[in-house]
């Protein structure tokens, strides 16, 4: 396995990602076509193909959520404290209040 290939604790996400994109995509832009919806044939096959598509997303998402690596973080540190948010609240009103001056 060459560095390129390494996996790291988001490589399942990856794939979870990817695989709901071509989900969706298939979904709206074949699954739901005309042609399709009027044919049983056409309709039964993309039907297994959403399903197929469904089940790698589920076991991704199930190797991810059960694999005993270090659960990944929404905000990952980089040896930095964390820094302060800034308030949506104070720059809502700040915007607001420019508004309001003229």
């Known amino acids: 396995m060459s ?4 996996l790291d604790k988001y490589s399942f996400f990856e794939v979870m990602d990817r695989t709901s994109e071509i989900l969706r995509n298939f979904s709206e832009s074949v699954g ?6 009027q044919n049983e044939e056409l309709k039964e096959s993309c039907n297994k193909v959403i399903a197929t598509l469904f089940n790698t ?5 199930k190797i991810f959520f059960d694999k005993d690596h270090e659960k990944p973080s929404l905000f990952p540190e980089e040896g930095t404290q964390e820094k302060e ?12 209040r420019k508004r309001s001056v003229s």
Do not use: I, W
């Open 3 to 6: 560095k390129k290939d390494k």
């Open 32 to 37: 739901d076509h005309p042609v399709v919806k």
């Open 85 to 96: 948010k800034p308030s949506v609240r104070g720059n809502v009103g700040r915007r607001l």
């Open 57 to 61: 997303y589920q076991l991704s998402a």
